[in-house]
């Protein structure tokens, strides 16, 4: 604990962070650039994610951190005892009781509540950049509100697939003005974007971006009027707890075309099966 | 045609350094009429459209646009946001290659809706609908409607770029060498097509060119640039037929007869 500042980054970097993090709750959606710094971990891993965590992390937190909603994942497991080890802080696997939440890929299916903070991963956090290379010219777009080129996106995948077939990283429109990339989330999990008690972080390490969502803001999916947003999710219950509202992993069991769909929310899962839920596939 | 232009540029001026783009160019452009600009490589008419079109901040003069809501206005004083408005609603702009204007990792099909959306429109019906339309007026075939424009011919490239300009009914277009690059009887299609989209629409358009022919067919009215200056601008059977100016003499003097 002595060899490290508290929660690994020195006291200057974090105000650094915490300054970008107040002007991205005062503007959600945009995208405040920041000096991220090298952090011990290779970019693609959360760093992004662990630099916003770290500024706003205190001694009393209870820290939770899920990858693709499962706290056991090397991802999870490797953040988690990074800031056991840099900060002391307590851990903990249950989403109600904790208060900063690193996420990557997901939002737990147990609603957030007021005082909670949920810090996401992002790795492009720019939602024009696959239509328009240009920074420059993206930040223009931005400023001046020309968000036609998103729509010629969802256009894209309706001429091609019948459908917007853009299942994750959904664009998403706050408090009618910025469009903003929500990270690499499934589009199951937009809706619960909207209107959200807890604070929501995005922490962009390589690119050097973070933006933010204050509590109840209000988001909306990119449509068609004709080709609403829906929010999919596999069609079946959770194989282990039967729950048919969460959002499901497809898991193939053997090599004879077996599977079994289980929520990728591990927290919520055990949770149920402790309640007693069961599902078919449970032992 | 009415009293008021819908586009008068005056006085315009570009220097590259010491250098001098286009100097003291003044002319009117009426509702309905396309105005030919000529010249060789280098005689300063690409620099002048893309002074007039708001891609280049001239040193000098003022391009005054009658806008449909607010009267005649100068483009050169007004806001960014307002100069892309009027960009994407009453102008359009045709390059002479036409993978400059298009994007070419988007089906046909969002290539023409692109300006729709980005006015607003939300009905992907509707916008297919008029992408398929649009197709169809510029001899596109609709079973190429979800085609990229990679998979597409130098001159159906151009023939979409066309089509992606004009879907929202812009009032000026302005086109640089729309047929450079473009073989004799691809051209020949392509300009009776702009010629009846012109007419069809009421479009006024300025149109760039170093081809005599082009002007010919399209212009009712032409300028004549050579070193940044016009020296010599009327109507075009006029100037074609009996050019005053010796530059002009040895322009229209220089067309191979076949």
């Not at chain 1, 405040?32 to 971990?41: G, Q």
């Not at chain 2, 809501?69 to 960009?87: A, K, N, W, Y």
């Not at chain 2, 005599?212 to 037929?241: C, F, N, W, Y």
Request: contains cysteine.
């Amino acid at each position: 604990m002595t060899d490290y500042n508290f929660a690994y980054l020195d006291e200057q970097t974090k105000r650094m962070i915490r300054r970008a993090i107040l002007k991205g709750l005062a503007v959600p959606g945009y995208q405040v650039p920041f000096a991220s710094r090298e952090m011990p971990m290779p970019y693609g891993w959360g760093t992004g994610g662990v630099q916003v965590s770290a500024a706003v992390m205190t001694t009393d937190d209870q820290f939770k951190v899920i990858d693709q909603g499962a706290d056991d994942t090397t991802n999870a497991v490797s953040i988690r005892s990074f800031f056991e080890r840099t900060a002391g802080v307590a851990t903990t696997t249950q989403t109600a009781e904790a208060t900063v939440i690193q996420t990557r890929h997901r939002i737990p299916e147990r609603d957030l509540t007021e005082g909670q903070i949920l810090v996401y991963q992002v790795p492009i956090p720019e939602p024009l950049r696959f239509l328009e290379p240009r920074e420059s010219e993206t930040r223009k777009m931005h400023s001046l509100e020309e968000y036609g080129l998103m729509h010629v996106k969802l256009y894209e995948d309706i001429s091609r697939h019948g459908h917007i077939a853009t299942s994750y990283a959904y664009p998403v429109k706050v408090e009618g003005r910025y469009v903003m990339d929500p990270s690499p989330i499934p589009k199951f999990d937009n809706p619960k974007l909207s209107d959200c008690p807890a604070i929501q972080l995005f922490g962009a390490g390589r690119e050097q971006r973070i933006y933010a969502l204050p509590p109840y803001t209000q988001v909306v999916s990119l449509d068609f009027e004709d080709h609403p947003f829906v929010a999919s999710k596999a069609d079946h219950p959770c194989g282990l707890c039967g729950a048919e509202d969460s959002y499901l992993d497809e898991v193939i069991i053997d090599d004879a075309g077996g599977r079994m769909f289980v929520c990728s929310d591990t927290d919520y899962c055990t949770a149920r099966q402790a309640d007693g839920f069961k599902g078919k596939d449970a032992a | 045609m009415t009293d008021t232009a819908l586009l008068s540029v005056r006085g315009v001026t570009k220097r590259y350094g010491a250098h001098i783009g286009c100097a003291d160019v003044s002319f009117d452009l009426y509702p309905g009429e396309v105005m030919g600009i000529v010249g060789e490589s280098g005689s300063g008419k690409s620099t002048l459209l893309n002074c007039m079109a708001g891609h280049l901040e001239p040193d000098a003069g003022a391009v005054v646009f009658d806008t449909a809501v607010d009267g005649p206005r100068d483009t050169l004083l007004m806001s960014e946001p307002e100069r892309r408005m009027l960009s994407r609603t009453d102008w359009a702009f045709v390059h002479q290659h036409a993978r400059d204007g298009l994007r070419m990792g988007v089906s046909a099909g969002g290539n023409v809706g692109e300006r729709l959306m980005a006015v607003g429109a939300r009905h992907y019906g509707d916008i297919r609908g008029s992408a398929i339309d649009w197709l169809g007026r510029v001899e596109i075939n609709e079973a190429r409607v979800d085609d990229r424009p990679t998979t597409f011919s130098g001159g159906m490239q151009q023939r979409l770029q066309i089509a992606r300009n004009l879907v929202t009914g812009p009032r000026l277009v302005f086109m640089d060498e729309p047929t450079g690059g473009l073989d004799v009887s691809v051209q020949a299609r392509l300009l009776d097509m702009i010629r009846s989209l012109v007419r069809d629409m009421g479009l006024s358009a300025i149109i760039v060119t170093h081809d005599l022919a082009v002007v010919r067919l399209l212009a009712d009215r032409l300028m004549v640039m050579k070193s940044g200056h016009v020296v010599e601008a009327g109507l075009t059977d006029q100037v074609l037929d009996d050019p005053k100016h010796a530059y002009t003499q040895l322009l229209v003097s220089s067309i191979l007869q076949v």
